[in-house]
């Protein structure tokens, strides 16, 4: 009986050697996003026949929040895998969540790039405000205290010598209620981004007072970030992730396929593909780094006047928060 165990145990272990290794099963990478088409990420996996790796060595789940905030809740909870960040919000996970963990790894869009679009702080073209200084005594409308769109309006409006709480006071109006809050007088400026502020320019009864560029420069606005714990434990999967990503984000960028990516974005969101048709994917649209890469130099800035602003205590090397390697290795596959 014990020859007999023994001859089974052999034919067993051939048998599976025969068969192969088993396959790994692909790794499920969890995604925040918030809003498209700023962010892409919801939409840039809807065309497989595009990638690559897709199914084979990961697999994407796009977890929609309703900003940045949470994701660092679920990114330092172990409950998302990729972040979509405000440049503010890694400031402050690294600050205030004490993220020394937390890595940039990929662009998702940056404002105010040269020869592209840039958000708008809008008034009402009759109206009487004509220069920064008549924003005195006022109330601005900003989407949330410390975001992008905030933080441009201050550091604009300090350098023309005008205080919160001092001069103005601010209060917060969702994007999608800018333009109403404005066309109503219930705000005297507005900080508008794509797609509203295409939107607020073509019935002429806005007008733009500044830009975002104008007021700060280059911005890093959002962009993806993980644990680097994460990173090492997933470096392979995570290559072909972001290899499929850049690969997807030049088709959506690439004006041979606009019409097809305007239909597939007007069906995501359920919109009109009118509503984008004549600037989305275009130079009248956020740039978006065709590598994927981040713009560092940005993001540094960025969080200077954060701190400068009062908006965030330390000092912060962006070079120690970020690892590129993967986006670069999965850029150069493509070349």
């Given at each position: 009986m014990r020859r007999y165990s023994f001859i089974g145990a052999m034919l067993a272990l051939a048998a599976l050697l025969a068969s192969g290794p088993a396959a790994a099963e692909p790794l499920k990478v969890r995604v925040g996003w918030a809003v498209v088409p700023g962010q892409l990420t919801a939409i840039l996996f809807l065309k497989p026949e595009i990638l690559k790796h897709y199914g084979t060595s990961y697999t994407v789940e796009a977890v929609k929040f309703r900003g940045s905030a949470p994701q660092i809740t679920a990114l330092a909870a172990g409950e998302l895998d990729l972040a979509a960040l405000a440049f503010s919000s890694v400031g402050l996970a690294i600050q205030n969540a004490h993220m020394d963990d937390i890595r940039v790894v990929a662009d998702l869009y940056q404002d105010g790039i040269e020869g592209y679009y840039t958000s708008e702080y809008m008034v009402l073209a009759d109206g009487p405000i004509k220069t920064i200084e008549d924003l005195k005594g006022k109330v601005l409308a900003s989407n949330g205290i410390g975001g992008a769109i905030d933080?441009?309006?201050?550091?604009?409006?300090?350098?023309?010598?005008?205080?919160?709480?001092?001069?103005?006071?601010?209060?917060?109006?969702?994007?999608?209620?800018?333009?109403?809050?404005?066309?109503?007088?219930?705000?005297?400026?507005?900080?508008?981004?794509?797609?509203?502020?295409?939107?607020a320019h073509k019935d002429g009864v806005l007008r733009t007072l500044f830009t975002l560029q104008g007021a700060m420069g280059p911005a890093q606005t959002t962009l993806l970030a993980a644990r680097a714990g994460f990173l090492k434990d997933h470096r392979a999967q995570l290559v072909d992730f972001f290899e499929d990503w850049i690969r997807a984000t030049r088709w959506y960028l690439d004006p041979r396929n606009h019409g097809e990516a305007v239909d597939i974005l007007a069906g995501f969101t359920k919109t009109p593909k009118a509503e984008f048709d004549d600037w989305v994917f275009t130079k009248k649209d956020y740039y978006r780094d065709p590598d994927g890469k981040p713009n560092m130099a940005a993001l540094a800035s960025n969080l200077k006047v954060q701190k400068e602003l009062g908006l965030l205590d330390i000092d912060i090397d962006v070079a120690k928060y970020a690892d590129l390697s993967l986006v670069e290795d999965a850029a150069t596959r493509l070349k």
């Open positions: 933080m441009a309006m201050r550091k604009i409006l300090l350098d023309h010598g005008l205080k919160e709480k001092r001069d103005y006071r601010i209060v917060e109006v969702e994007f999608p209620n800018m333009t109403a809050a404005l066309k109503q007088k219930k705000v005297d400026l507005a900080g508008e981004v794509t797609p509203f502020s295409i939107a």
